[in-house]
Every structure is written in C-alpha cells, then in structure tokens.
C-alpha cells in the first residue's frame, strides 16, 4: 500500500500525518489510490437508444461534490470575521457571528489568524461595553429614588 495521500477537491499532494489539505483546507483526506484506474475512451455520438437497450448501459458515474464550506480557508474566515467586527462597531449584534467566524478560523489553519484574533479582539471589546452598560443601567433602575405619592 502506498504511502502518498492526494486531497480529493484540489489534488495537491499531502503529507503523511495531515488531518486537512494546507493548500484548500478541506477536510477529511483520503488515502490516494493504490493503483489508477484505467480510462476508457467515450464515443463521440451517442449510440442511439432502442426500446432494448437496458437503463444501465445508459447511466454514467456518479461523483460526489464537495463539502458545503469546504474551500473556505482560515484566512477567508478571518477577514470574513474582521469585516463582522469592523461592522459590529456600528452595528453592535454583528459581533457575535465576528466572535464565532473568528474562533473557527483559528481551530482551522493557522495561516490569517492575525485577522482572527483582531476580530476577535474587537468583539470582545464591544462585547465587554455592552455587558458594562448593562449592569449600569441596571444599577441606576435599581437604585432610582421611588415616588413618594
């Protein structure tokens, strides 16, 4: 059995011991084929179908697509979650998808985390005001002067 693993969406060579393609980012591998299969040459014009002719001469391989996300590489989820974060300054609900694209960009590839940890950085500072202006909102509920009549 051969050792040599091939990324099946962008056929680039991958080392032994990865659990993702560096080049793409998708995930899971699978191990290359031991031996390739061989090509069988396609007519040019169809042969015409009879009413004898069975289903199954008729069908052609099945391939599957790729997983949905599956080209999207850490350094798009970073600046995807940076752009959230920048937006979330005025916009202040964005920054929660800007925490959650950014913490899953930096479980993916290490390559753009730069931009993920300023996102989430960002975020989490328009996160912390949020919460701070919160509580002293609360604060000033709880301790407002009640009218006497």
Do not use: N
Request: a positive charge; glycine letters at 6%; proline letters at 14%.
């Amino acid at each position: 059995m051969s050792d040599r693993r091939i990324c099946e969406y962008c056929r680039s060579e991958l080392p032994p011991d990865a659990t993702y393609c560096p080049h793409c980012g998708a995930e899971p591998v699978r191990p290359a084929p031991v031996t390739p299969t061989p090509v069988t040459p396609v007519p040019v014009t169809p042969p015409p179908v009879t009413p004898t002719t069975s289903p199954q001469a008729t069908q052609q391989e099945i391939v599957p697509a790729p997983a949905v996300g599956a080209g999207l590489t850490s350094q798009t989820l970073s600046i995807t979650a940076f752009v959230l974060a920048l937006v979330g300054l005025a916009v202040i609900i964005t920054f929660i998808p800007a925490l959650i694209v950014g913490i899953i960009a930096l479980k993916k590839e290490p390559k753009g985390k730069v931009f993920a940890w300023i996102a989430i950085g960002i975020s989490g500072g328009i996160m912390l005001i949020v919460v701070i202006l919160a509580i002293t909102t609360l604060i000033q509920i709880i301790a407002a002067p009640k009218p006497w009549y």
